[in-house]
């Protein structure tokens, strides 16, 4: 055999070998991807540490859900607030929260969190490091465009305090809004904003559409 076809051979047999193994992976994260339903109802506040992706909808009942089990003792309420410690994976653990009324949200290292409602009375925010919050009616996705975007769902008062490289992410109306933009921190507004008060420093940015 000619030392080319050798070497088409060889490359072949490894590029096989790499898709059954992704294959493998896909399948196992598929299987092993169960929703386990955790019993915790009476909070009003989330605290979430470092390594962490929360989708939080606000839902007429109350309930935490995660997707794998082990990171079920880093899962606690105290006080009426629900607290995800520190989870020192390589990724943000996905994690889904409904809840009617969520007063307060801190956020801290690169954490995510996404809340999807259609309207809110009172929120307070407050976020550190490189986190970020992203509130939106339940209607827009993330691969919506602009222009197709249905802004719905109003918030009446919203108040927010953002460190280090945080984002918060605005696309309900908002009846008044008060914030604290420090370091490099940046605010993007989609929806109609009636602005009480907004504190920024030099470095920090905010944008509207």
């Known amino acids: 055999m000619k030392k080319s076809n050798i070497i088409l051979l060889t490359i072949f047999i490894l590029i096989v070998v790499v898709i059954v193994a992704l294959q493998f992976r896909i399948k196992s994260f598929v299987i092993n991807k169960k929703e386990i339903q955790l019993d915790y109802r009476e909070f009003n506040k989330i605290e979430v540490e470092i390594g962490w992706e929360v989708e939080l909808h606000k839902d007429t009942?109350?309930?935490?859900?995660i997707f794998n089990d082990s990171l079920q003792h880093l899962i606690s309420v105290q006080d009426h607030k629900l607290?995800?410690?520190n989870n020192n994976g390589?990724?943000?653990a996905p994690v889904k929260v409904l809840n009617s009324d969520?007063?307060?949200?801190?956020?801290?290292?690169?954490s995510?969190?996404?809340?999807?409602?259609?309207?809110?009375?009172?929120?307070?925010?407050?976020?550190y490091n490189q986190?970020?919050?992203?509130?939106?009616?339940?209607?827009?996705?993330?691969n919506a465009t602009t222009d197709s975007l249905i802004i719905s769902g109003n918030i009446n008062y919203l108040n927010f305090k953002a460190f280090g490289s945080s984002k918060v992410n605005i696309s309900?109306?908002?009846?008044a809004l008060e914030g604290e933009l420090n370091d490099t921190t940046m605010c993007s507004i989609?929806?109609?904003?009636n602005i009480i008060k907004l504190e920024k420093s030099e470095n920090s940015a905010i944008t509207s559409w």
Do not use: W
């Not at 009942?61 to 859900?65: G, R």
């Not at 969520?102 to 690169?110: L, P």
């Not at 309900?172 to 009846?175: A, D, E, G, R, S």
């Not at 989609?190 to 904003?193: A, D, E, P, R, S």
């Open 102 to 110: 969520i007063k307060s949200i801190t956020t801290y290292g690169e």
């Open 172 to 175: 309900n109306h908002v009846k």
């Open 112 to 127: 995510r969190v996404y809340y999807y409602n259609d309207s809110i009375d009172s929120l307070e925010l407050t976020l």
């Open 61 to 65: 009942t109350a309930n935490v859900i």
């Open 190 to 193: 989609l929806g109609k904003v």
């Open 90 to 92: 390589k990724y943000n």
């Open 83 to 85: 607290i995800f410690k």
């Open 131 to 142: 986190s970020a919050v992203k509130i939106r009616p339940r209607k827009i996705t993330d």
